[in-house]
């Protein structure tokens, strides 16, 4: 399945540079990261699902890189790029050897059913 994504011919010449372009700083910074880092949980300070994923990761003794941006009072807009860049509507995301897994919840299944150590070992 591939998820929608407006097509470039749908979007004037005249904006398609700024909308290329914007906040592509963190979205590079998540790349450098997940590209780096085995565990990646992106978040914003005060969400207590962040804060249960790591959490979890370290029960599961499964190190992990956190990048922070913002709280719920501020950074919200760069954040929005995070979440049309990655088409994950909510804050943790969670990456594992370069793989969207989801959030909290989704990661919690994963180390219940043995897949998180599955996909670490490989």
């Not at 407006?6 to 592509?24: F, S, T």
């Not at 699902?49 to 919200?76: Q, T």
Request: hydrophobic share 45%; net charge positive.
């Amino acid at each position: 399945m591939t998820r929608p994504i407006l097509d470039e011919a749908a979007i004037h010449p005249a904006i398609r540079e700024k909308i290329a372009r914007l906040h592509n700083d963190l979205t590079q910074q998540v790349q450098t990261a997940i590209g780096s880092h085995p565990v990646v949980v992106v978040g914003l300070s005060g969400n207590p699902f962040v804060g249960k994923a790591r959490k979890a990761l370290a029960s599961a003794g499964a190190a992990c890189e956190y990048l922070e941006y913002g709280s719920y009072f501020s950074g919200w807009r760069r954040r929005n790029a995070l979440k049309m860049w990655t088409g994950w509507p909510t804050f943790p995301m969670v990456f594992v050897r370069g793989t969207l897994i989801g959030g909290s919840d989704d990661l919690n299944r994963l180390i219940a059913s043995g897949e998180l150590k599955t996909l670490l070992a490989g």
